[in-house]
């Protein structure tokens, strides 16, 4: 096992991985679990993450973030997805955040990020976050029509294992230098690049669909959106995007 990390062949799922590993292993503060292929790849609730064997970024990393307040949580979701569309930006243009945990290039899924806490006491022990990244799967299985790869975007190939280094050292970064300053900036960034932000859209939640249009999340991570007569909040899962 490398000092910072590991990269498996193939396992179920690196989060589930990670979590084996800390029980049985010293790990760094930092430290992250790869591999080529996932099993039984989770996605956030009971959905499953679909990839091709040895073709995307699909990796966990072990945060323990102490300069974080248990109130402000959701700012851990605001950097590692931030991270990704910063690794991103470098190779293509359109990279918006859909919240909560999805990263969309031209309105199609490029990515999508599962986070898993544990606290104690008023701190977060530990923090677990699953990143899975379409690289280089061209086709993807049928009904999934609305995901894309980098390499659909590009028409390039891209070294997995460099691909993952890179987003976690810009991950690496942002949590190293965690203050009131990079709080607000983080925030600001987060909003400016948010799924649909300022655009009437359709929606739909328990009461059926309606127009409106998002403005925002709440310290919470709550999303904002605005119906005119009114400013709706939602916590995940009580409101879904129509296209």
Known sequence: MNANYIFLDKTDSTNLQLKRLIQTETTPEFFYCATGFQSSGKGTGTNKWHSEKDKNALFSILLRPQSIELSNQFLISKIISLSILEFLNQHTNNVKIKWPNDIFVNDKKIA??????ETKGNYFEKVIAG????????KFPYGLTNAVSLKNICNTDFNIKQSINE????????????SNYFVEKTNKLYESNL?????????????????????GVNEFGQLLIDCEDSVRTYSFKEVEYLF
């Open 112 to 117: 999508g990020i599962l986070i898993e806490v």
């Open 131 to 138: 990143v899975g990244l379409n690289l280089n799967q061209e």
């Open 167 to 178: 987003i976690v050292e810009i991950i690496r970064n942002k949590f190293s230098n965690i």
């Open 195 to 215: 799924f649909k932000i300022n655009e009437i859209s359709k929606f739909r939640d328990k009461d059926g669909d309606f127009n409106g249009k998002i403005i």
